[in-house]
């Protein structure tokens, strides 16, 4: 199967056209049939349509054709892990304007400047790195808060909670006593748990007919 030059043009808003990117991938040898254009679409978007098509529309001898390298993305670490995976697929990246250059990673000069592109992403990574531990341990350091979730109980819940359970309070109610309501509930006296079985409840209230009945009798008591 004959090699296809897939091309792709970007621009970051509708207002913008894209008639001199298309005229040059035009001019390179894509076919109308194998251009891919997205309008409105900034390189930090997660979703270009058109790009993903063609990406998938790239088989193995094929070369993704681009006018200038940040059509692809803004971000370098992005772009080279594009250019390694499409290195992976057997297909090529050609870039028609780099620096002045035309340039093709399927030939040595292209390879050499895929090198240092993936060095250069790869120190970026490190930098931000470093500067992401240095600004975390500056902040352990002065005792300010290293974001994240919030904890949800304090310690003195915690401690609270655990006390009543190993004094025999069932799991279930202190976490909907204690922790639930945010104060946890002291237990019904010092080390020791009463249970419901030995613990005083209150008599039902008589029904009409047994406090009718009861006044009938305390009558006849009197009575006699």
Same mark, same amino acid.
Request: charged share 25%.
């Given at each position: ?68 390298? *940040?059509?692809? #993305? !803004? /971000?370098?670490?992005?772009?080279? %892990?594009? $250019? ?7 297909? @090529? ?51 300010? *808060?290293?974001? #994240? !979730? /919030?904890?949800?109980?304090?310690? %003195?819940? $915690? ?7 190993? @004094? ?57």
């Amino acid at each position: 199967m004959k090699s296809k030059l897939i091309g792709y043009a970007r621009v970051s808003t509708k207002h913008q056209d894209t008639e001199r990117q298309v005229a040059d991938l035009l001019a390179a040898g894509v076919r109308p049939d194998d251009l891919y254009v997205d309008h409105g679409a900034g390189g930090a978007m997660a979703i270009r349509p058109e790009f993903t098509r063609a990406i998938l529309a790239l088989q193995p001898g094929d070369h993704l054709v681009v006018s200038t390298l *940040d059509r692809l #993305g !803004r /971000s370098t670490v992005n772009m080279v %892990s594009l $250019i390694e995976d499409l290195r992976q697929r057997g297909v @090529a990246l050609r870039v028609l304007s780099l620096g002045g250059q035309h340039v093709d990673t399927s030939t040595p000069t292209g390879s050499m400047l895929f090198t240092v592109m993936a060095a250069l992403a790869q120190m970026e990574l490190d930098i931000k790195k470093e500067r992401i531990n240095d600004s975390v341990s500056k902040r352990r350091a002065a005792g300010r *808060d290293l974001g #994240g !979730r /919030s904890q949800r109980f304090t310690e %003195s819940q $915690i401690r609270s909670a655990k006390h009543l359970i190993e @004094a025999g309070q069932p799991a279930a109610q202190v976490a909907r006593d204690s922790l639930g309501s945010g104060e946890p509930s002291p237990p019904s006296s010092p080390g020791r748990y009463v249970s419901a079985s030995s613990a005083r409840i209150p008599s039902p209230r008589p029904t009409f007919r047994e406090a009718r009945a009861r006044t009938s009798s305390m009558r006849s008591t009197r009575s006699a």
